[in-house]
């Protein structure tokens, strides 16, 4: 039985990976030198950082670019692995012995799908991972509003909270409006307005989850839209059950960018978002989510496309097919935010926005790989 890996593999697999990893050196250190280093420099000269934060800091943003150089690195890597192999007659010699462009491809085609995996799960742990340990080095306590707004059967507003700021379990300034069922010139107007001091995320008497206001003013609104009535109370508690957890995860999430969430919540975040309505957020947040599969599998094609282009003749230029991987990964990255906005705004639906780009790079690989003479 004829061995399947051979010498030959060996080789290839070898030269591959080692350019491989020199170009995600590379992309890693052009990425965090100019601007990231220096900062982190300038704070550490200043004192805001000790050395070993300094380097903590440098150490945990790592993962966020190794999402992005995992596929670089990987395209130039054949790229320039193949066009050597070219340059120097080898191909030549792995097909005078039989080995055709499928057969040569082979080992290239298992060291992209490692590094495939290895994208992924940048994804999925170790930039969710990096993101939390950067916010607790950092200490950043971002305040932010939030407004969550509960519908009835038919769709109309029962009752809405906006809090004003809030930082993980703390709330200021919340404000709760309760609707009334009656509708005037096609607005529903309200009943009572509530303005609480301060809140949190805890549990009622039926040790359910809820949120309990402190220091409450309330005011009660007639028809014609006086406050009538005012009250005051030291505790509360609003949003009881499901929809007091439904609400605080997301308003948590809210604050969050999809990369430091990992696979599991943001599914679980999506899900909410659609469950309560929140179109826009959902489509958005569906779209960033089917990209955490189809992205890491860009790797495969641009490894690909990376051989393809380094395929050439003995006198043909390097610069051509380099600019070729630039241009590619110049319009792959570009195009992202441009599939976000038309998810976002349902123009077209996140399944299209997400697979769409590799999609792409598959018909540019399939049409490419007709016009060479391989």
Not at 198 to 217: A, D
Request: net charge neutral; hydrophobic share 45%.
């Amino acid at each position: 039985m004829k061995k399947f890996f051979t010498v030959y593999d060996r080789y290839i697999f070898t030269q591959v990976l080692i350019t491989t990893i020199v170009a995600i050196l590379l992309f890693t250190i052009v990425w965090i030198a100019p601007e990231m280093l220096l900062n982190t420099i300038k704070k550490v000269l200043a004192g805001e950082y000790s050395p070993q934060t300094g380097v903590l800091l440098l150490f945990y943003e790592i993962p966020k670019i190794l999402g992005k150089a995992f596929p670089v690195g990987l395209l130039l890597g054949s790229l320039f692995t193949f066009d050597k192999l070219s340059k120097d007659s080898e191909l030549t010699i792995f097909r005078a012995v039989g080995m055709s462009f499928q057969r040569i491809l082979c080992p290239l085609l298992v060291l992209s799908f490692i590094v495939t995996y290895l994208c992924f799960l940048t994804y999925d742990k170790w930039i969710p991972y990096s993101c939390e340990k950067l916010s607790e080095i950092k200490g950043s306590r971002t305040l932010t509003q939030y407004i969550y707004t509960q519908k009835d059967d038919n769709n109309n507003p029962k009752q809405a909270v906006v809090v004003s700021k809030f930082f993980n379990n703390e709330m200021s300034d919340v404000i709760v409006l309760d609707f009334s069922e009656q509708i005037f010139n096609d607005l529903h107007g309200l009943e009572n307005v509530m303005v609480a001091e301060h809140g949190k995320m805890g549990v009622n008497e039926k040790g359910e989850p809820c949120w309990n206001l402190t220091n409450i003013k309330s005011y009660d609104i007639n028809e014609e839209g006086i406050f009538h009535v005012v009250r005051e109370y030291n505790k509360m508690n609003i949003l009881d059950g499901e929809p007091a957890q439904n609400a605080y995860t997301i308003m948590i999430n809210s604050t969050k960018r999809d990369r430091d969430i990992n696979n599991k919540d943001l599914k679980h975040y999506v899900s909410l978002l659609k469950k309560e309505g929140q179109d826009e957020d959902y489509r958005l947040m569906l779209n960033k989510y089917l990209q955490r599969f189809f992205h890491p599998f860009v790797c495969v094609l641009l490894a690909i496309m990376g051989c393809l282009l380094g395929f050439s003749k003995p006198r043909e230029q390097k610069l051509v097919g380099f600019t070729i991987a630039i241009a590619c990964i110049f319009g792959y990255y570009i195009t992202l935010p441009f599939f976000d906005l038309l998810a976002e705004k349902g123009v077209l639906h996140p399944l299209i926005t997400a697979s769409f780009p590799p999609l792409a790079f598959l018909g540019a690989i399939i049409a490419f790989y007709r016009s060479k003479d391989l």
